[in-house]
């Protein structure tokens, strides 16, 4: 990815790009906080971060209305954040207490919010594509204009039931985005070592599905990609695929050694094309707030955090009876 050149012009209001440094921030600081968490012992299994790619989902979501949906990989606490799910009750998910979204039996991977629209948090490489499909299925024939943003990574891409999916999408012209958070790796493998094709965003010509590359570094690239891709789906043309370029600092889970790429490579990334850096920048260049706003903006973020840490640390965990409920749906609900 090229470095980028901060411009102090831009076609959103102060307030706005204000909105999206405070969004990704405290994407970022929850994530911190929850490495932290980690390794004190305080959250168990598997725990995937998503440090770096902050600027997708604020993005994306920056061009959504109340009744859109969004499903995705396990990668998943900045998706929830984003559409504006409780930091206490994500972070309370992950250290496996009542307080959390799933009551503590969920975990990092399962989590849910019927008032959000969040249909999860999927651990199987994959299986969130075919039902992001069917979610927007549900819409379309309610006969309403909800879209549905289908999140996967640049490894799941490769599996078959994406094209199954895309297949039957094109068909009933469903109103689904298919989101390619291109991070770059698959677990430890680099996309030129599994994937035959660089250009991930063309898969769905076959099907008739348009696609484009987004640079997910930078929030205001993907919010005008976000609102492109969400008239198609509310104008009733059916699927939209973006490709949207981003990368992870952290390894793939918090048990990666991550030999697989250098630290200077890393380095790099967060020094030239570090999404939250960018907005700084242009809130500064653009003489939209002063540092004092900003560290203003990072106390608030942190003290969110730190609460939500408090909040995770004192909720009790489930008790064992607990093991028995929450199995089936209530047929009534
Ligand atoms: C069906 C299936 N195969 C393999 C795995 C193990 N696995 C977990 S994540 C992963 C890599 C996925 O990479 P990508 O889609 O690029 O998403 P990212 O982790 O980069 O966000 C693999 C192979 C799995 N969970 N499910
Ligand atoms: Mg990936």
């Not at 629209?117 to 075919?130: S, T």
């Not at 952290?250 to 907005?279: F, L, N």
Request: proline share 3%; net charge negative; glycine share 10%.
């Amino acid at each position: 990815m090229a470095a980028r050149k901060t411009q102090a012009k831009t076609n959103v209001s102060a307030e706005e790009l204000k909105t999206y440094y405070r969004d990704m921030l405290l994407i970022r600081r929850f994530e911190e906080k929850a490495g932290q968490l980690y390794g004190m012992g305080l959250i168990g299994g598997f725990c995937h971060l998503y440090i770096g790619q902050e600027a997708v989902v604020v993005g994306l979501e920056a061009a959504t209305k109340d009744g859109d949906k969004r499903i995705t990989s396990y990668r998943d606490h900045g998706h929830m954040l984003a559409c504006g799910m409780d930091p206490k009750g994500v972070m309370a998910e992950l250290t496996g207490r009542t307080g959390g979204y799933s009551k503590g039996k969920g975990g990092s991977m399962h989590m849910f919010s019927k008032e959000k629209h969040f249909y999860g948090g999927h651990g199987i490489v994959g299986a969130q594509v075919p039902l992001g499909a069917g979610l927007a299925f549900a819409d379309k024939y309610l006969e309403n204009d909800n879209v549905t943003f289908t999140y996967f990574g640049d490894g799941a891409a490769n599996q078959g039931q994406v094209y199954e999916t895309f297949n039957m999408a094109a068909l009933w012209k469903l109103p689904v985005i298919f989101v390619i958070e291109n991070n770059q790796y698959a677990m430890g493998t680099a996309q030129a070592r599994s994937t035959s094709t660089a250009d991930i965003h063309t898969r769905g010509e076959p099907f008739g599905i348009p696609g484009e590359i987004v640079d997910g570094m930078d929030v205001l690239a993907v919010k005008a990609a976000s609102e492109k891709a969400t008239k198609h789906c509310r104008d009733g043309k059916g699927p939209y695929i973006l490709e949207i370029k981003t990368y992870r600092y952290r390894g793939h889970s918090m048990s990666d050694p991550a030999k697989y790429r250098t630290r200077e490579e890393v380095q790099k990334m967060r020094e030239e094309r570090d999404p939250i850096e960018h907005v700084r920048e242009l809130l500064l260049t653009g003489k939209h707030a002063t540092e004092e706003d900003l560290k203003a903006i990072d106390k608030d973020i942190k003290d969110i955090v730190n609460k939500s840490a408090e909040f995770a640390k004192e909720s009790p965990e489930p008790g064992v009876e607990e093991l028995w409920t929450d199995i089936y749906a209530d047929a009534q609900a």
